[in-house]
């Protein structure tokens, strides 16, 4: 009866970015059936990101051929293939990864919070098309709560560690109600590309300018934010509230002057991130009454200590999980036993109703009253009669001891097939 959880993963730890492509699986929906069906999985969850592919399922016996090769039939690759990149856990070691995924331990950015979503998405999606049954959703349900819980307990994904990141959550900290506010984002290179991620990812609105209105408007379809003209930007400063800079120009695009004009049109303070190497604000606009100018060097330096922060918070995490993987181990063993426990109270609740009504036929008893109160000393009986064998089974399945449910079976004449 004891079921197995397994996990098959290729991700950037063990092959690069060209070679964990060839592992992507293009139609989802197609490859769910295929696995349900050629590979012995009764459910399963494929977790796809530009840095892993991994296939969690739930099957009575672990077939990693059988897995292996209908992966292949769905990538086009050699069944060799796998045995250089991928790599199988199952059990213990299956929920241990997927704690390290929710908690952000498993990541290329540690603590990043983008995978938690990810795997949330994924979940919901088997869900919705019922590749996934009760094994699979109670440990993924269960799992990205424990993971939320060990992010917050432990704050390993407190503080920005990108440039973009760390840019955004400082104009958050400065900036009262930044979502009302009219951001502008100067620069679309790879820096760009980081802020527009983050300011994309908490929903606010900006827009986007550069040399060229094409290639601002090129970087708006990918990145978000709306493109304006490089040219109505120079002379509108007194527009924005908040300015990101993150251009190769070799001289000051901001200067003082541009910044003094717009101040004398606005009634509140604007925010300056000059987030260009070399910088291309002028340092005096520091000195211009309402505004708050912040560079790389400084954003930077904040970076790395939160870095170093989240690093430290690494051996914590780890001791959190360790302790977690066997609550979570407990309650899928738990699981193992419930359809026999669901069958003995359904089976006893059938022989009460039955033995109730020819109670009541021979006693010929019309009193609504005490019909009810017959009824409910029936149910009364049973569940204190089958409730105490009923937790030790459970208990017993926790506890790694299936040799015990196997002879409850027996005792109780459970099939197996019943609930499948």
Not at 260 to 284: C, F, H, Q, W
Request: glycine content about 6%.
């Amino acid at each position: 009866m004891t079921q197995n959880i397994i996990n098959a993963r290729v991700t950037f730890r063990n092959s690069p970015i060209h070679i964990l492509e060839q592992f992507t699986i293009k139609d989802i929906d197609n490859a769910y059936e295929k696995f349900k069906k050629d590979s012995g999985l009764d459910e399963c969850v494929i977790i796809q990101t530009c840095n892993r592919i991994e296939l969690f399922g739930k099957s009575k016996s672990t077939e990693i051929e059988k897995i292996k090769k209908t992966w292949a039939s769905l990538t086009g690759l050699e069944e060799e293939s796998f045995n250089e990149n991928v790599e199988f856990v199952e059990n213990q070691e299956a929920l241990h990864h997927l704690l390290k995924l929710t908690s952000g331990l498993d990541s290329m950015v540690l603590g990043e919070e983008q995978i938690l979503g990810q795997i949330k998405k994924s979940i919901t999606s088997a869900r919705e098309i019922k590749a996934s049954g009760q094994h699979l959703n109670t440990l993924f349900d269960k799992a990205i709560r424990m993971g939320t819980r060990i992010r917050n307990s432990s704050g390993i994904g407190k503080g920005g560690i990108s440039v973009g990141s760390m840019a955004v959550k400082l104009a958050e900290e400065n900036i009262d109600e930044l979502k009302t506010k009219k951001i502008l984002l100067i620069g679309t290179g790879e820096v760009s590309t980081l802020v527009a991620k983050s300011l994309q990812r908490r929903d606010y609105g900006f827009n986007v300018t550069s040399r060229t209105i094409s290639r601002s408007q090129t970087f708006c379809e990918t990145m978000g934010g709306e493109a304006v003209k490089f040219e109505d930007v120079l002379s509108g400063f007194d527009k924005y509230d908040v300015i990101f800079v993150a251009t190769t120009a070799p001289y000051f695009l901001v200067t003082h002057e541009r910044i003094t004009t717009a101040m004398n049109g606005k009634n509140k303070g604007m925010m300056i991130l000059d987030l260009s190497n070399p910088r291309t604000v002028d340092e005096k606009v520091a000195t211009i009454g309402g505004v708050k100018l912040m560079n790389l060097d400084q954003i930077a330096e904040m970076v790395e200590k939160n870095m170093n922060a989240r690093q430290n918070k690494v051996k914590i995490v780890e001791n959190i999980i360790n302790e977690e993987v066997s609550v979570l181990e407990a309650s899928m063993k738990r699981l193992d036993a419930e359809p026999l426990v669901k069958d003995v109270f359904k089976n006893i609740d059938s022989l009460r109703i039955k033995e109730l009504q020819k109670a009541l036929s021979m006693l010929d008893e019309k009193d609504e009253k005490k019909i009810k109160i017959i009824e409910e000393l029936t149910k009364a009986v049973v569940e204190s009669i089958v409730s105490t064998p009923m937790n030790n089974i459970r208990k017993a399945s926790e506890q790694g001891k299936p040799d015990v449910v196997e002879l409850a079976s027996k005792l109780f004449d459970y099939k197996q097939n019943q609930a499948d």
